[in-house]
């Protein structure tokens, strides 16, 4: 029988105990546990995109996000490389029919980090063509077996994917916040991507590509920052529910220095943790809904600009609330909570980090979203 819905989520919560005691692990190896990585295989979870003929679950986003928050709350580095890689499942269906044998043919999924940034130089050659940069930020590339990079060609933009012996992963990722996510830089050094590897950079961004047409689902066809910004919500709403968490675990035994009072017994404790909860409510509500939005629209028509636009501004809010919502909590948690060995300040430094994202910055958001209100021409690429 085909693993359901709920048997993921399911699965998810189960790991979420071992997934949270190897967070402080993960952070000293500088990228995910490695039986943490085999465990999500395990369960089925790093491949539940992955469309239904190559025997994966092809579950759906809303799914997805529950497995993804689950994950999330245990470790905030964890969860950001499990959404990667089940969402680049999808940009993998996106390549040539034969590189998509060539990838889930071999075990049924691919665990592949992206750059989407144009950074690549890359020159044809007889049969496809000599690639050539370097991609910073390659979450994922730590436990890769395949990699996709882009960049800008005589011919205009194109994605190319590698298998991960080609490429060269230095190591740079020496991080306060997000250092168990082992981002590091992806460098290539001429190699040759043969045709079949190499899709239209345009064409990807939009949505439908070639090897997208042949599923039904248009999961596979949806355009590449729609499905980036339902990425990385859940990572943000599941990381400041378990900082929550671990928060109101302090609360609940804290006694203040000095005057030895039982801080759960003050009354602004109890508001202070009444305003952090309902915060938290918030960001999960919120995120949920970015959910909601994508795939009802996903299952009804074509994505507009005004949609991309509305979808980049709801993401930067969330993110923008849950940083809020961190720092007040570590300001409400006392100077002890600082100690590396609570969660709570892992919670905190992860969360700034992501929270500080060139997709959903802020301030950048914000400036789009008047743009468009008033008819300018938008002046980021990023929309």
Known sequence: MPTTNEQLIERARALAPIIAERARDAEKLRKPHDETIAALVGAEILQMLVPAQWGAPESDLPTMFAVVEEIAAACVSTGWIASFYINHNVYAAKFSARLQQEIFGARGFTL????????????HAEGGWRVSGRASWGSGVMHADWVYVSGLTEEGPRAFALPVADVRVEDVWHMTGMAGTGSNDIVIDDAFVPDYRVTNGAEFRAGPTAGSAQYANPLYSMPQLPLAYCTVVGVLSGGLAGMMRAYREIVAKRVRNFSGSVVKDQQHAHVALGDLELRTMIAHDLARGLIAKVDAILHERPFTLDDRIALKGHLAFVSQHVRDSANAIMAAAGASSFH??????????DLNTVCSHAFWDWDTTRELVGRQQLGLELNHPLA
């Open 112 to 123: 592949m980090p992206g750059a989407n940034a144009p950074t690549m130089k890359a020159v």
């Open 340 to 349: 590396v060995d609570q969660p709570l300040q892992r919670f905190w430094r």
